[in-house]
C-alpha cells in the first residue's frame, strides 16, 4: 500500500489545531470517564492512530521526534486524550514486533485502536496449537475505543521455569470491567480487562523477554528503524510529550485567568501585578523548560539509536527510565506551581487547573513513570550494579 507520509510539522500543526476541541471535551471526558467519540474521530483525522502502523499497511513509521511533538500538542489541550494517543502508539509498536501473518489481521482494520499492559497479572498454560490465559488486567487506557490489546501473562511450561509471555487478544475475547473511579487521569478510561480460559494461538505469542530485548519476529519490519529499537525506551519516548503538554496546558490555564483575577484580602487588583506571581510564572516556566530537555534527550536517543542501528549500553537503557522519572517530577512541580498560584477560586469543577493537577499527580504514581523509581534504577547502574527489572 503506497502511503503519503505527512512531514512532521504537518502532523504537529494538525495536532494543534485540535487543542480548542480538546479543551472543549475535557470536562465532559473526566465526568463520563473516557473520551469523547468526537475527540477519538478528531484524532483518527489527524492521522494520529496511523503514527506506529507499518507503511506497507498505510502508516506513517514516525519518529520520537514526532511523538513528542504531538503528545506536547495533545497534551495542551487534555492530558486524559494525549496519554490515552500515547498508549495507543506503544501497543501498536508491540504489535509491529509479531509475525506478520499475525498483523495482517490486526492492520486489516483502518485506524486499528490496540491497548495494553505491561503487568503480568494473569497466568497461561501450554495447550495444543497455543496457550490457555486466565487473569485480570488493570490500567487499561483507551480499551472502550479499542480493537485489540496486548496481554502480558506468565507462562508455567510443563518443564522449565515459568516466564512472561506477550500476546495478542481481540477485545471482543475479553470481559471489560467498568471500574475506573479515580481521582486523576479519568478521562482516560483505564478499565480492567479479564480473560476466562482464553485461547490464544501460538503465532500471536510472543516471550517478553526477547521482545524486551528487541528481538523482532517480525520480518517485513525487521529492517525499519522504528521497530528495532528496545521495548522500554520506546515506550518512555512515545509518552513524555504528554507530561510537557500538560505543563504547558497549566500555564495556558493560568495566564488565561491571571488578569481579572484579584489576589483575595490584599491590594492586588490584578494578579499580574504582584511579585510573587512574577517569581511563580518564571520558576514554572523554567521547569517546563527543564522537563522538555529531558523528554527531547530521550527522544533524540531512541531515534538516534534506532537509525544508526547501533547495540543500547545498559546506562543508556536506564538513563531513558531516568529521563522520564525526570520529565515527570518537572512537569509535576510546574505544575504544582500553577495550582498554588491559582487560589480557593481553582477548586471548583469548571477551572482547568485543578483537573491538570489531579491528572499529573494521577502520572506520577505509574510504576514505569514515578520518578523515585527510575531514579533509584539509574543510580543503581551507574554504581555498576545489575539492574534489579526486566523493564529496562
Known amino acids: 500500500m503506497a502511503t503519503t507520509i ?41 492521522g494520529v492512530f496511523k503514527f506506529r502502523r507499518p507503511k506497507h499497511y498505510g502508516g506513517y513509521e ?80 483507551g480499551a472502550h475505543h479499542a480493537q485489540w490489546q496486548e496481554i502480558i501473562a506468565i507462562l508455567v511450561p510443563p518443564d522449565g521455569e515459568p516466564y512472561p509471555v506477550m500476546a495478542l487478544v481481540p477485545l471482543s475475547d475479553l470481559l471489560v470491567i467498568d471500574d475506573w473511579h479515580t481521582s486523576g487521569l479519568r478521562g482516560t478510561g483505564s478499565v480492567s480487562t479479564v480473560a476466562r480460559d482464553l485461547f490464544i494461538p501460538a503465532e500471536r505469542v510472543l516471550p517478553l523477554p526477547a521482545v524486551l530485548q528487541g528481538q523482532i519476529a517480525s520480518k517485513r519490519n525487521a529492517s525499519s528503524p ?12 512515545a509518552s513524555v510529550g504528554t507530561l510537557v503538554g500538560m505543563a504547558k496546558g497549566a500555564q495556558h490555564a493560568f495566564m488565561s485567568r491571571m488578569p481579572e483575577r484579584k489576589i483575595t484580602y490584599t491590594a492586588y487588583e ?44 545498559l546506562e ?29 477560586s481553582s477548586i471548583y469543577s469548571g477551572i482547568p487547573i485543578q483537573r491538570i493537577n489531579r491528572d499529573i499527580q494521577a502520572v506520577n504514581q505509574h510504576a514505569l513513570m514515578h520518578p523515585n523509581t527510575n531514579a533509584e534504577l539509574y543510580g543503581r547502574v551507574l554504581c555498576g550494579l545489575e539492574p534489579n527489572t526486566l523493564y529496562i
Open 226 to 237: 522504528v521497530y528495532r529499537a528496545p521495548l522500554l525506551p520506546v515506550a518512555s519516548a
Open 316 to 344: 543508556e537503557r536506564a538513563r531513558s527510565r531516568a529521563d522520564v522519572g525526570a520529565t515527570v517530577r518537572l512537569a509535576k512541580e510546574a505544575i504544582d506551581i500553577y495550582a498554588t498560584a491559582s487560589g480557593g
Open 6 to 46: 505527512p512531514a512532521r510539522e504537518e502532523l504537529v500543526r494538525k495536532a494543534s489545531d485540535l487543542i480548542p476541541l480538546l479543551r472543549k471535551h475535557a470536562s465532559w471526558a473526566e465526568e463520563n470517564r473516557r473520551l469523547h467519540d468526537e475527540s477519538i474521530e478528531a484524532l483518527a483525522d489527524a
Open 62 to 141: 514516525v519518529d520520537s521526534q514526532t511523538l513528542f511533538e504531538v503528545g506536547t500538542a495533545l497534551g495542551q489541550g487534555c492530558g486524559s486524550t494525549s496519554w490515552v494517543a500515547s498508549v495507543y502508539w506503544i501497543p501498536t509498536w508491540m504489535a509491529c514486533q509479531f509475525p506478520d501473518q499475525v498483523q495482517d489481521e490486526v492492520f486489516s482494520t483502518p485506524d486499528v485502536r490496540v491497548c495494553g499492559t505491561l503487568s503480568p497479572s494473569a497466568m497461561a498454560k501450554p495447550v495444543d496449537g497455543g496457550i490457555l490465559v486466565n487473569g485480570k488486567w488493570g490500567f487499561i487506557s
Open 270 to 313: 490584578s494578579q499580574r501585578h504582584a511579585p510573587i506571581t512574577h517569581f511563580q510564572v518564571a520558576e514554572a516556566a523554567n521547569k517546563t523548560d527543564e522537563a522538555e530537555f529531558h523528554a527531547q534527550r530521550l527522544a533524540k536517543l531512541v531515534d538516534t539509536k534506532a537509525e544508526e542501528g547501533t547495540e543500547w549500553k
